[in-house]
């Protein structure tokens, strides 16, 4: 497979999935306007790699900031790595957050998927 690896900018996050070490991160904004052609390939890499994964994934999101499109993608995407997890593989889920809405939102999902989160406080820098 294929790693995807895309740059962020000041609206959309930084990508990397990579099926050779088992990662699979998104980190940064996520304010994009069509954000179905953004992350309907992630969905459908994660859903390939589900084909042949490594025992073990490191699942990393920090997002500062997504919108409520985003929101959705996300949930499609994440209900993607809960199969991989009900599959059988291990998979460690970090949910990186500054902010208690951020926090809530990983809360939120959390609760109707079965992979264990780990909630990641980070210091915001002044």
Do not use: H
Not at 118 to 125: C, F, H, Q, S
């Amino acid at each position: 497979m294929e790693t995807i690896e895309i740059v962020g900018t000041n609206k959309s996050p930084f990508v990397k999935f990579d099926a050779e070490v088992g990662l699979i991160e998104i980190k940064g904004r996520s304010a994009i306007e069509n954000t179905i052609e953004f992350y309907k390939p992630l969905v459908e890499w994660i859903s390939l790699y589900r084909s042949s994964p490594k025992a073990s994934t490191e699942i990393k999101i920090y997002l500062e900031y997504f919108n409520t499109a985003t929101s959705k993608c996300l949930t499609d995407l994440f209900k993607e790595i809960d199969a991989l997890f009900k599959d059988g593989y291990q998979v460690n889920f970090n949910w990186y957050y500054e902010d208690e809405d951020i926090l809530e939102s990983g809360q939120d999902y959390q609760s109707f998927l079965k992979v264990p989160f780990n909630m990641v406080e980070l210091e915001i820098a002044d």
